[in-house]
């Protein structure tokens, strides 16, 4: 079982920054997805961005690209989401997300950033990001 636990979140004005922490309790061998997602009111949950631990091959929604890296510090056991050049519409409830072996991040493709929830195993509680004009 892993935990995954959100942090950073917070206001800012529009064209400001933040970083987004997820630290995860443990980590199975073999290669890992994880991810960020987020959801605003009244929308669905959508990936916004993807590492491929093993790979460290990253992936990016078309809405966030040359804006957000993801990245991770494996020593720490903690994923980031480096935000800049933030935006309005980039306001939202952002989640962590991870996969073990069984699932890759190459749901892409296929889904894009509709992917389904249920294709994750583990998910944190969320952290708050609100962006003002």
């Known amino acids: 079982q892993v935990q995954l636990v959100e942090s950073g979140g917070g206001s800012v004005q529009a064209g400001g920054s933040l970083r987004l922490s997820c630290a995860a309790s443990?980590?199975?061998?073999?290669?890992?997805?994880m991810a960020w997602f987020r959801q605003a009111p009244g929308k669905e949950r959508q990936a916004v961005a993807s590492?491929?631990?093993?790979?460290?091959?990253?992936t990016y929604a078309d809405s966030v690209k040359g804006r957000f890296t993801i990245s991770e510090d494996n020593t720490k056991g903690t994923l980031y989401l480096q935000m800049n050049s933030l935006k309005t519409e980039d306001t939202a409830m952002y989640y962590c997300?991870?996969?073990?072996?069984?699932?890759?991040?190459?749901?892409?493709?296929?889904?894009?950033?509709?992917?389904?929830?249920?294709?994750?195993?583990?998910w944190g509680q969320g952290t708050q990001v609100t962006v003002s004009s």
């Open positions: 997300a991870a996969n073990g072996p069984a699932r890759s991040c190459g749901w892409w493709d296929r889904w894009g950033s509709h992917v389904p929830e249920w294709y994750f195993a583990y």
């Open positions: 590492l491929d631990t093993t790979a460290g091959i990253t």
């Open positions: 443990s980590r199975t061998s073999g290669a890992y997805c």
